[in-house]
């Protein structure tokens, strides 16, 4: 991954303050919109983002943490969150976790070397009726089994 | 001149709740509601822990403190309403109705129990092994709550690294409990904001940016932070082992320097209440522990106001009669190394407004190492200069790599007052008893101006009763020399005197106002930044900026706990000691003047001084790499 130019952060993050405006209260969408424009939020964007909206680059990154949907770390291009909550988790979690961290040779928490894959648990993702679940960047995945979890890495391998 | 972050942060709903009992307010006036089965009679809007707190009805609190908003996370203060389905923390609970209250029923003190064993879960430390063992929250509240055994289990293995990287604060995150004291100290009252709670949940970790270690991040090393943690999570870092062995070593000749306000707080570390003035039993206790020399800062404190005040006077010479552009004017005082970190980080085009005189620990230092090293025939190489300070910031500044004017560190070790009280308890003494005696020579004496340095206003009121004699050949037109403008806890200060029948070389100054401000806490170094940036300080001429909250007394370094109600009682000692001092003003201390006679013979601001006494600064900026 090429890290984003720093020039080309402070211009978007410019950009993203104008439209959505100073207060704090405006620090999420500014950081959904950074996650998606460059697919991760670095120490330099937190900065920058705190800078623009005069709050303290610690109060971000703490913010940054607490969603699963915001990362620091550049992902790979298919993010893999299988939901590790309760209902999810008695209805088998554990079987398609070790599934996928055969099939992709990643643990949880870690990007492939070409970075195709990451793998991480999230939280509860609404689908307690069908776990369990998972999501494959934007689409969801329910009741998983192993062998429904092999075919669909296949698909996308 | 409000700030926009201060008031977003907490809502106006989380700050304290301080109501006048004698000013009931328009919207609700008395309140009759009843705790415990008692009636009691209560203002409109009050908490319920402010209400009992009044009423000589104790509320356990963790995570509450009287500097900082409420945050209501700790649960320690539960208490029991009528007709509520839950238990509500008397701390963010107003009172707007009749309600009933019970503050010791069986759900609350189960409830309790429980809080206290699911905190004690998480904390891992040694008690014997603990910086603030007997002096911890939560160690006194597990004893409150006849804990006796761990109901949720306990940490017996260390999980974080102690992260020792900081010149002046260790932090062990084994030992936080998350009340995020640290976190609205930090971002509200001092608005550096180097600590949040990161991640969520049960991985929740009162980090820094990046998870960088503290020496990374932007720390002003203020140190305010360690005295709100109620545990040991936050510490200074202590070179008393360094210190005992140059003081065991023959061949080191060990000096100390104890700050102005030092005397008026070590007394609380053996029990005392704040407000005791220590001076003389402290100087007797460090001859006893085995220190070489012992002097007081003071002096040096003197010595700052001669070459501050000169420096003031120049930068308006050449102001108003030469008519130099380049000349910052208000100048800002350079005494506090926090607020100095703190503008080289957040303001680094500004440092020419700084007034370039070293701290007056730093003077002393240099001092010590030329002129007396010079007058007792003593090789500076084997003095070993020690400085007890309220301060934790000292610790970095004394690390600076441009403080060693004299060709050594000017000052080797930086000492908080709770480490002094440690060493002198470890020497077998108990303070209060000792019998008073002087500070050494050839420093012995020094004024009561030196000795206000130690409160906010101090170091202002010191230099303007300098100043307006050296201009007007007389005493400074207050009652007492008491300039009463300067002194008080308001975040932000001002003060004016008119300089009137001026003397002659002085003909410039006749009839100028000279204004002032006072700021302290770097929140409220901010307010002053910003307006100076407007330019509504364009006919400002002398700023005093303190990092701590309540200026030194309030330091880092102090006795813990701080509250405002200690920090006035210190003030007062401070201003008490200095009404009874036979010399109240800078200059007309003897060794001053012999001093200027002596060794630095170009006077204030002159060659020698500008060497040895004075400094520079570094931009270093806000970005964190």
Redesign the interface.
Known sequence: MIYPDKNVIVSEVEHLVEKYGFGRENLLPILQEVQRKFGFISDFAMQEIAHRLDIHPVEVYGVVTFYSFLSTEPKGKYVIRLCKTISCDIAGKDAIARTLERELGLKFGETSADRKFSLEFCHCIGMCDQGPAMLINDQVFTKLTPSKVIEIIENIK | MES??SQ??APVAQKPHKIDTTVTGDIGGLVDIEINGRPYQVPFGITILEACRRNNIHIPTLCYHEDLCIAGVCRVCVVEIEGMRTLQASCAYPITGKIKIWTTSEKVRKARRHILDLLLSEHYGECYSCVRNNNCELQTLAKEYGVDYYRFGHVDQKRYEVDRSSYAIVRDMDKCVLCKRCVRTC?DLQE?????????GYNTLI????DKPMID?ICINCGQCINRCPTGALRAKDPSDEIWKAIDDPKKHVVIQTAPSIRVAIGEEFGLPPGNSMTGQMATALRMIGFDRVFDTNFAADLTIMEEGTELLLRLKRKLVDGDENVKLPQFTSCSPGWIKFIEHYYPEYLDYLSTCKSPQQMFGAVIKTFYAQEMGIDPANIVTVAVMPCTAKKFECNRPEMNSSGFKDIDYGLTTRELAQMIKEAGIYLPELPPSHFDEPFGDASGAGLIFGATGGVMEAALRTVYEIVTGREVPFKNLEITPCRGIDGVREASVVLENVKEEWKFLEGVELKFMIAHGTANAKKVMEALIRGELNNYHFVEIMACPGGCIGGGGQPIPTSPEIRKKRIEAIYKEDAELPIRKSHENPHIKYIYEKFLVDGPCGHISHKLLHTHYTKRG???V
């Open positions: 926009k972050i977003e942060r971002i550096v904001g180097v600590l949040e709670a990161t991640r969520r980090s820094t940016f990046m991040v806000k970005y964190i």
